[in-house]
């Protein structure tokens, strides 16, 4: 990611914080409406996993600009995702469910370069955990490659 694209995810993100609770409630509608068979990997009251999905975005977003601090913490996500029955083709409808809920939230503000920004953001994370995902499938750790 470029630093102009970090800064345009955290910028907007920003505005996105006085809105959390009806921007999850907003992406949780939207993947289970787009993706309905991963609303059995979620618990039936979603306050909990609502908040925790603003901590993880701000936790995210607030570390773009030093990514590799919260690697880690991603890769960890990624491997307890493998444990929920999580899939990766179930990633792409949850960066389409985002994306669908930042558009929503931000309106005019979500522009071109704005979405793309976000979009590289999704993707980078999700591939972090998608291959730390990968390596807990297969038996494999940093100290015991597969």
């Known amino acids: 990611m470029t630093p102009e694209q970090v800064s345009m995810v955290q910028e907007s993100f920003k505005k996105v ?3 959390a609770g009806t921007a999850a409630d907003l992406f949780y509608g939207r993947l289970f409406e787009i ?9 039936e009251d979603l306050k ?4 925790k999905l ?4 701000a936790t995210a977003v607030t570390n773009l600009h030093q990514v590799e601090k919260i690697m880690t913490v991603v890769q960890d996500l990624g491997r307890r995702h493998v444990a929920y ?5 179930q990633y792409e ?6 994306l669908w809920t ?21 993707l980078t994370l999700a591939g972090v955990m998608q291959n730390a995902a990968a390596d807990a499938a297969a038996g494999a750790s940093p100290s015991n490659p597969a």
């Open 17 to 19: 914080v006085p809105i």
């Open 35 to 43: 993706a309905p068979e991963v609303r059995p990997l979620f618990p």
């Open 48 to 51: 909990e996993q609502k908040k």
């Open 54 to 57: 603003i901590a993880m975005l």
């Open 85 to 89: 029955g999580v899939t990766a083709k």
């Open 93 to 98: 409808p949850v960066g389409a469910a985002l």
């Open 102 to 122: 930042l558009e929503q939230g931000l309106g005019d503000d979500f522009t071109l370069p704005v979405k793309a920004a976000w979009t590289e953001t999704y």
